[in-house]
């Protein structure tokens, strides 16, 4: 009786243990950076299940690639568990173009914007531009089509991954010769200092209604300085010709209207 006792203690035990180690863990290979068609292949060999969760674009990496599973490897699975998979995707997800007063529309910081969204940028053309500060953005081409400012407000969606070629001022650093601008008009003035690259600043006395048909009595720098191209000359501007201009005026303002008397 007791040896029948302790066979069927054996028997038991023994179907207990082969019952449990039905379904025992397994431990889950590394499943990352391999194609999801071989991942699927080795699912089917190893009794699991694959399941993709979600797909990430990556430059650098084909379409179809693994890039991270859960759970992790090495972990101990049951037979029919199912590993959730992140891959690679065919597409880039699209961005949207800032707007280049987000960097004050200067090209280096509007370059770094466009770096942290993942856009490429190159220097397509720097154009000569004495009144804006270099490297000031102009507009920009995608895909041959020029973009300016109010094309990106109503906003401008393209691929990461993409370039986009931007158009620049620059500058060239050249000696100018400050013209004698006292007892002009700034009408003329102006005329004198955009011939010779120079800017100017104007400070008008209280009597300046119109500052085009206001006179100047100062300057600085004086007439003969050297400037670079580009520099600001300073004018002081009052309503009346100043006296010590005299009464000599401009031709097409002092000479008569032709009369037969002339001729």
């Not at 990352?32 to 993709?52: H, N, S, T, Y």
Request: some cysteine; aromatic content about 8%.
């Amino acid at each position: 009786m007791l040896v029948a006792l302790l066979s069927f203690g054996f028997i038991v035990i023994l179907g207990l243990n082969i019952y449990t180690q039905h379904g025992e863990s397994i431990y889950l290979d590394n499943l990352q950076r391999l194609p999801i068609k071989k991942v699927e292949k080795m699912a089917r060999k190893g009794d699991f299940k694959v399941v993709v969760f979600d797909s990430i674009w990556k430059p650098d990496i084909k379409s179809g690639v693994v890039l991270e599973q859960n759970p992790i490897p090495g972990s101990k699975i049951k037979e029919g568990r199912t590993v959730y998979l992140t891959i690679s995707s065919s597409t880039p997800p699209k961005v949207e173009l800032p707007l280049f007063r987000d960097a004050a529309y200067m090209y280096q910081s509007y370059k770094r914007i466009l770096d942290v969204r993942g856009i490429n940028s190159v220097v397509k053309e720097e154009i000569i531009d004495t009144k804006q500060a270099k490297g000031t953005i102009l507009y920009m081409y995608h895909d041959g089509k020029k973009i300016e400012e109010n094309v990106l407000k109503e906003g401008y969606l393209i691929e990461k991954g993409d370039a986009v070629e931007l158009v620049i001022t620059k500058q060239i650093i050249a000696q100018r010769t400050v013209p004698e601008l006292v007892c002009l008009k700034l009408s003329t003035a102006k005329f004198l200092l955009e011939t010779s690259q120079l800017n100017f600043d104007a400070f008008e006395d209280p009597s300046v209604i119109d500052l085009e048909e206001a006179y100047i009595y100062k300057q600085n720098p004086d007439p003969g300085t050297n400037l670079i191209s580009g520099d600001y000359v300073k004018v002081y501007l009052t309503l009346e010709r100043p006296m010590a201009c005299g009464n000599d005026e401009l031709m097409e303002d002092n000479d008569p209207e032709p009369t037969e008397d002339n001729f």
